[in-house]
């Protein structure tokens, strides 16, 4: 058996305590990363059961999601307080050049479900299916009893979203032709507010995302009524995408989860949310 000296003993103990310094110099912990998004009411729930999910995949992100409408998703992007915002309409040509101003381009918009305008009614009105003109006629002001269009002679309430929702300019660039929406709509800051107030009230119309309010006549509008199918093959008329933009090309955990969301994961949550997935 071979015996080691006191100096040998000594020189192997240093060895050993600087392996174990160096070793744990090597599992340092990795920095959580925060992602924060914010925009379009329409997309909120979408967005908060996919960050649920994606943090639970990813316990080293976390992601907030907040709403406030596509106008004010864009604002805080636009001033580097946000990594995404999530719209459901493009941008208008203040918030391209805002973009161009401050970044030397005009971000990265990304494609992740599609869908429709509905058309929400109370259950107790007989009115099943509009034209495009007979809303625009109904939202103008034109129109203010339902026996105009085939209804009951009771007057038409209508309920319509804020002028920083992307579902309100929607709206109104697809249906109103641009024109102003009747003074006295009841303006409401969310969809689910919209559906709440159409619950309380037979004779309320009001407009929202198809993934929204599933207890209610979402109506026929020429005809044709919103499904995953119609929606999908653009044949109802008020189709569109939701998206997510960011400043630059997205990187690190940013881009994680955008892939996440357009493959196969998220397509699943798009569904489950009530959306359209880009793929069939």
């Not at 990363?33 to 909120?44: A, P």
């Not at 109103?176 to 619950?199: C, K, M, P, Q, W």
Request: hydrophobic fraction near 40%.
């Amino acid at each position: 058996m071979t015996r080691l000296n006191t100096n040998t003993l000594f020189r192997v103990a240093i060895v050993a305590i600087l392996l174990v310094i160096g070793g744990c110099a090597g599992l340092k912990k990795a920095e959580p990363t925060v992602i924060r998004i914010q925009g379009s009411d329409t997309m909120l729930k979408l967005m908060q059961q996919s960050a649920a999910e994606f943090m639970d995949e990813n316990p080293l992100v976390s992601v907030y999601v907040d709403g406030g409408g596509t106008s004010v998703g864009l604002e805080r992007l636009i001033a580097g307080a946000v990594d995404i915002c999530m719209a459901s309409r493009t941008l208008r040509p203040d918030e391209s050049i805002a973009l161009a101003d401050n970044y030397q381009s005009v971000g990265m918009s990304i494609l992740i479900a599609k869908d429709a305008l509905s058309v929400y009614l109370n259950p107790d009105n007989p009115v099943r299916d509009l034209t495009p003109e007979q809303l625009k006629l109904i939202f103008t002001g034109e129109y203010t009893n339902w026996n105009e269009v085939g209804g009951k002679d009771e007057p038409i309430l209508l309920a319509s979203r804020p002028s920083n929702s992307g579902t309100h300019l929607y709206f109104r660039e697809r249906i109103l032709e641009g024109e102003a929406y009747e003074a006295s709509s009841l303006v409401l800051s969310t969809t689910e507010s919209v559906i709440n107030y159409i619950r309380k009230h037979p004779n309320a119309i009001g407009y929202g995302g198809f993934a929204y309010g599933p207890d209610l006549p979402h109506i026929k509008i020429n005809g044709v009524e919103p499904t995953e199918a119609s929606i999908r093959d653009d044949q109802y008329p008020i189709t569109r995408y939701l998206l997510l933009y960011t400043l630059e090309k997205p990187r690190g955990d940013v881009k994680k989860f955008i892939d996440w969301m357009v493959d196969v994961r998220g397509q699943v949550i798009v569904r489950e949310a009530g959306y359209v997935p880009l793929w069939k």
